[in-house]
């Protein structure tokens, strides 16, 4: 049984959670900055568990390239979203997360070489 809901103002289908059968609209067709720099724990909580090779090393690096190119879509399909703006509002923030994160290696990272 397939549960569809629609957006009344639009009357777009949303079929966010529904895995492989999720359509993914064309608007979160995209990179993500979230799933990128916070891998493992982006996909924890978008519940998009495949982010977890992100924690084993050497494929770490391939894990980060390939959630940014594919995190949008899986998250859509893994996790139910109230709407297309709600889901873009919540990835926006792991995205500002990712950079804040990013901000304080790179702090740690310079502080550790002159420390030298």
Known sequence: MTIVNYNLDTMEENS?????????????????WGAFFLNAIW???????????AIIPFINI???IVLGLNGNKW????????????????????AAAGFLALGFYLY???KGIMSL
Not at 43 to 53: D, H, I, M, P, R
Not at 77 to 94: D, G, M, P, T
């Open 43 to 53: 996909g924890a909580g978008n519940k998009t568990y495949v982010a977890l090779l």
């Open 16 to 32: 966010s959670g529904q895995g492989k059968n999720a359509v993914i609209p064309k608007e979160i067709d995209q990179w993500s």
């Open 62 to 64: 391939i894990m980060m």
């Open 75 to 94: 998250a859509w399909r893994n996790k139910r979203w109230e709407s297309v703006e709600h889901f873009e509002k919540v990835q926006k923030r792991w």
């Open 108 to 110: 740690f990272l310079v």
